[in-house]
């Protein structure tokens, strides 16, 4: 079957990095994706990784070890906005060609302590 | 644009009621999806479509319609409302670029099934 495995929950402090796993199972591989949700709002697209090595974008990277089915997000200098739950997603290939449906992980509630 | 627009925000039924969620998005959009997050919980799949008149099955299908008659509109129909349907209710567009899934969220349906 298609799975991702997070840890739950993850606490740092302001302005310290912190690092978000996701290892994965799926029967097919298009790239891992990660998303970002405040409490009561809808998700939102962070990154996406196709290949190994690491994706930086401004404070967040992403990093994808695709012979490990490994995966985590990078956050830098962290604010106290960026608590919120992280997702990492990837795609589940059903056939052949662009269809398949993207399958999320639990999700890693991350709080931003003073 | 507008992106992907939900209705309603918010959604009170007795247990047998029927209803439908509307989702329409305007970006030209192939692929759509219904989740369901409960409260801690991750975004479970519910029905999704991968292009107009293509639907298939999600991780929690039953009690729940789709259609797709046209590329903008996926409306989820609940056919008999029960307590344990609670939830929030997000639709997403993707927009796949090759192998890179991008998905665009709603605002969500927030909907109580006394």
């Known amino acids: 079957g298609q799975s991702l495995e997070q840890p739950s929950e993850v606490t740092a402090v302001e302005g310290a990095i912190v690092q978000i796993n996701c290892t994965y199972q799926t029967s097919g591989f298009y790239g891992l994706s990660w998303y970002q949700q405040h409490d009561g709002g809808a998700p939102t697209f962070l990154s996406y990784?196709?290949?190994?090595g690491l994706e930086e974008t401004g404070r967040f990277s992403s990093f994808l070890s695709r012979s490990d089915s490994y995966g985590y997000l990078l956050l830098q200098e962290l604010q106290m906005k960026d608590s919120a739950s992280y997702f990492c997603?990837?795609?589940?290939?059903?056939?052949?060609?662009?269809?398949?449906?993207?399958?999320f992980g639990q999700g890693t509630t991350l709080q931003v302590k003073p | 644009n507008a992106g992907v627009t939900q209705t309603p925000k918010f959604q009170v039924l007795k247990t047998g009621q029927s209803m439908t969620l509307q989702c329409a998005q305007d970006m030209n959009h192939e692929y759509m999806s219904w989740y369901r997050q409960d409260p801690g919980m991750g975004l479970r799949l519910i029905h999704y479509?991968?292009?107009?008149?293509?639907?298939d099955q999600g991780e929690v299908p039953n009690g729940y319609n789709v259609s797709r008659s046209t590329t903008e509109d996926f409306p989820l129909r609940l056919l008999s409302a029960a307590p344990s349907q609670t939830s929030v209710y997000f639709c997403?567009?993707?927009?796949?670029?090759?192998?890179?899934?991008?998905?665009?969220f709603g605002p969500g349906t927030r909907l109580t099934v006394l």
């Open positions: 997403a567009s993707t927009a796949r670029t090759g192998v890179r899934d991008t998905q665009y």
């Open positions: 990784n196709a290949l190994d």
């Open positions: 997603a990837v795609r589940d290939l059903k056939w052949a060609g662009n269809t398949g449906k993207l399958i």
């Open positions: 479509s991968v292009g107009a008149g293509i639907t």
